[in-house]
């Protein structure tokens, strides 16, 4: 874990530079790591995500929709472009986009257990705009006031390649939306 | 003529051209090769076009405001946001440039372009934080009486970047972390207000060296029940927002900290759940006191950008709904400030520009629909001057 | 006269830089002028051209077409968005786009006097491309080796604002194809 | 995982995330965010997209040549080229970039991506006189053993950069006044031709220091009566032209000066007056010495980029066309060089790719059609590797 957190809190120092910082220094770093922690690394050897990842099998047969349509049940707090229409997968930029450092979470119920989970949405970042699949689904998205749940800005904005090209949808955890 | 056949003259002895064309010229006067002029006084509608399929090359289509016939372009760079003073004759951009493109070092400048025949005139460089996003009003705005230009930062930790427009140069990046969005004081150049997720309103006044603290007001709103969009409209000295619940709140930020004055429920008791949505989702009509916004049925948590039925009017002292009207799929609206009053909406479907003409003051609220022209690719911020 | 090819040659020095300057050089001035001498600065005091610019009239009614189509008899060798249709006219570039220093030249036929005429295709340059009335009509027009008569380049090659926005269609002469 | 959650990370203890996110974690193995690998071998297509509408963003869209399913885009600047060299692993892209997007100083560069997973790798600087053009093969070329790349300039007046690859340096500008395109010798590292205005075809042998002179052969063509097309594809050692008229060109250009080896009058005795059209209106299946044809029907002076009705097979040695078939309204048109030969084409007005599978070698010929996909905006040009 403290590789992980070194990884992360070294890249993060590199390519935000003054501005988050600050910003960590300002909220301490106890408090900026206890969310990550638990999501990134709780119950690290579980073997396979209960649902399909092309949207196949029971998922799908629920939902109907593929993870190249806007409907697909992950996608409902995405805006832009699936880079599974791009040259990616769910959870795979493009050969030559980078993933972006920094993202915006959603969460979405999986109608092929009815459970909700947490998706990040990581922008692909560097490669012109890909102009595919554009969506958009705004469940629980709020203005940048906050902005880890901010759909209309450019999550490619901490990269050293800033510029947008699509945008990934990977579980990262179970999600509790209350209702 | 310029320097028009050049090209043709240059190439001409050397069998690029054809030998018609060599024998081509007669005694006529040929056309003068100029450019238009915009004439002086004219109202100008500005539709800003994401053109998030190539979203380094986003542009401001200028339209004459009466008949929305294209005046020209500027081009925005990468996610720019674009100021239009009143009063003013200049437009103001600030954006960001790639040294290749789509890839290599990134640059934010404010670009300074003419009003007046649409060319650029100068740029001021500024830090390379400011948010790429949408284009969002409230990102970017001047200060009372033009002392300075705000820009809101993202990395995503935010801040705003003050720049001295006397001295052409940034002179200050002020931290307003949980906040986002610009609401600049009416009266006091050195102060303007954010929104923040817990609810309040900050209140950061510039001090000489570009420093600046933030106050934060009593909770005004709750971003989960009832969040506040960040494109707001002034009323007097006040700023208007619409809210997701289908509230209007009035603030005022001209204090040490911000108020609120009223809020306004405009949906309630209205059967069908109407909710305001898009992007640009209330303009409001200073002199005359009337909200207009876009107001789509059936809202639901996450319908908040979903395009208009419906616009409406909304007076702002008598605090209730004097009309209702059917509107094309809007996501943008804004309202010119003469008193022939007429909207300018974001058809989000059709990617265009509608101008609807309004009544009289005093009359009967109704929408004429009058003209419909492209706003680009993907507009999503409609202004017009 | 002398004025006129000053300008011409002071802006060609300058901005097409050694390209030009050179091929000037090789083919001589005397060569290289004669046929813009002729163009430019014969017949300088007729008052008018012989058709109506905006398409309306006499040309309009035999053409039924508009300068703001493809279709308007001027844009026989024009590929490009129509600058009638970005806040130009017929003969002139929007507001801030610069005209180009360069052009290719067509030679249309006039239906409303059944005459031809030499037309000069300037780029209008510098602003983001307008994306409207594209348009592409190749009468009589050559690869690259023929240049004057070549419509698939940039003709804001030579201006110090290279990019290219739209194109207007300027009669410059009276033309003669032999048909 | 990578660096996925620093947002939420850092901004959930500040209100800006709401409450239920922050109780989300569970016990779950989160996803990895990774890239695709391209599958080693793949064969590739490539759409050249202009981008006309956003000339400054032109990118090459790379798919599987197989299914036509996405693998990648390549950002191309503004009006930029590219080559894909046959038995390279590399991809060449000469192209400008301004400093301001769309305005500003323009730089010009040869840049270098790999093939076998899409990313930049370095880039080359060149003076800032390159043709500025639709997507033309031969404006860019390398020359044998991949010694030189060639980039045809136009400033109007035409010359070529020479770049040392081993050097990876601009070492010439060789002007050839009244010409255009490149087409390298197949022998010889240091030796191209280019097509002039006269009818001739000009041979150019670099020396050493970059320079060159241009030796002019007969006159081949009538640029008057019969222009050639510059887009040209190779037979063996020869160069194989379509023109206007309706006739093919096959040109050695192995020698001194350049010769004609042959002219096939392709449309001559069929009725319909069919000649080719587009931008890449001709390709060759070099081992079958088979040249693929867009026609169409009725042309005149002026429709040489009309797009097809029909594409044909014109045997190279037997001399004779030796199948027609129906076509999409195809404007750019390519062959894979395999042993189950596909023919790439460009659908004009759908800005579709079509491939359509030929016949084994010595079976008659016939277009099977087998997929379609996006080839942009508007794509100019295809190649295949």
């Not at chain 2, 310029?2 to 069998?15: D, E, I, P, V």
């Not at chain 2, 100008?44 to 294209?70: C, E, Q, W």
Request: net charge negative; glycine share 10%; proline share 5%.
């Amino acid at each position: 874990m403290s590789k992980l957190i070194d990884k992360l809190f070294g890249a993060i120092d590199h390519v935000t530079e003054r501005g988050s910082r600050q910003m960590a220094h300002r909220l301490g770093r106890r408090t900026f790591l206890s969310f990550v922690g638990k999501v990134a690394v709780g119950g690290a050897i579980m073997p396979l995500l209960p649902f399909d990842r092309d949207g196949g099998g029971t998922a799908r047969a629920a939902a109907e929709k593929t993870d190249q349509e806007c409907e697909y049940w992950r996608y409902c707090a995405l805006d832009g472009f699936l880079c599974t229409c791009c040259g990616g997968t769910i959870n795979q930029c493009p050969p030559n986009a980078q993933v972006s450092a920094v993202t915006w979470v959603g969460t979405c119920q999986n109608p092929g257990d009815g459970k909700e989970y947490l998706i990040s949405y990581n922008d692909c970042c560097g490669v012109a705009s890909c102009g595919k699949c554009l969506c958009n689904f705004n469940l629980r998205e709020r203005p940048g006031y906050r902005m880890g749940v901010h759909n209309d800005i450019n999550w490619c904005m901490a990269n050293t390649q800033s510029n947008y090209h699509c945008t990934v949808a990977a579980v990262v955890g179970l999600g509790n939306s209350n209702g | 003529m310029r320097l028009g056949l050049f090209a043709a003259a240059m190439l001409a002895s050397t069998a690029i051209l054809p030998a018609y064309a060599q024998e081509a010229a007669k005694e006529i006067q040929p056309e003068e090769i100029t450019n238009v002029k915009i004439t002086a006084g004219t109202e100008m509608l500005f539709s800003m076009d994401l053109a998030l399929n190539h979203v380094v090359d986003g542009r401001i289509y200028v339209m004459d405001a009466k008949t929305l016939k294209p005046i020209g372009i500027i081009g925005t760079g990468s996610l720019g946001m674009a100021q239009f003073p009143q009063g003013s004759k200049d437009i103001y951009v600030a954006t960001s440039h790639l040294s290749r493109t789509t890839r290599g070092e990134r640059s934010d400048f404010v670009e300074v372009y003419s009003g007046e025949d649409l060319t650029f005139k100068e740029e001021i460089p500024i830090s390379n934080n400011r948010a790429q996003a949408l284009n969002y009003r409230s990102l970017f705005q001047p200060s009372a009486e033009m002392k300075y230009l705000f820009v809101q930062n993202a990395t995503p930790a935010t801040s705003v970047t003050i720049v001295d427009l006397a001295a052409k140069k940034q002179i200050g990046d002020i931290p307003n972390p949980g906040c986002y969005g610009i609401f600049p004081s009416a009266k006091t150049a050195t102060r303007f207000a954010t929104l923040c997720g817990d609810g309040t309103v900050g209140t950061i006044d510039v001090k000489p060296d570009g420093t600046g603290e933030m106050k934060p007001s009593e909770a005004i709103f709750d971003a989960d029940a009832d969040a506040i969009f960040t494109s707001a409209y002034r009323w007097g000295d006040y700023w208007v927002f619409p809210s997701y619940g289908g509230n209007i709140y009035v603030i005022d930020v001209e204090g040490d900290t911000a108020k609120l004055v009223d809020k306004i429920e405009v949906a309630k008791g209205v059967e069908g759940n109407w909710r305001p949505g898009g992007y640009q989702p209330l303009t409001v009509h200073d002199k005359n006191g009337i909200a207009y916004m876009l107001m789509h049925s059936n809202g639901t948590e996450g319908s908040h950008k979903n395009p208009a039925e419906e616009i409406w009017a909304v007076d702002l002292k008598a605090k209730k709904v004097i009309g209702r009207s059917k509107s094309v799929p809007a996501i943008g609206l804004t309202v010119n400030q003469g008193d022939k009053p007429a909207l300018f909406a974001i058809d989000g479907l059709k990617a265009e520009i509608v101008r609807y003409d309004l009544p009289d003051a005093g009359k009967e609220f109704a929408l004429t629909p009058a003209v419909a022209a492209s706003g680009g690719d993907l507009p999503d911020q409609v202004e017009v001057r």
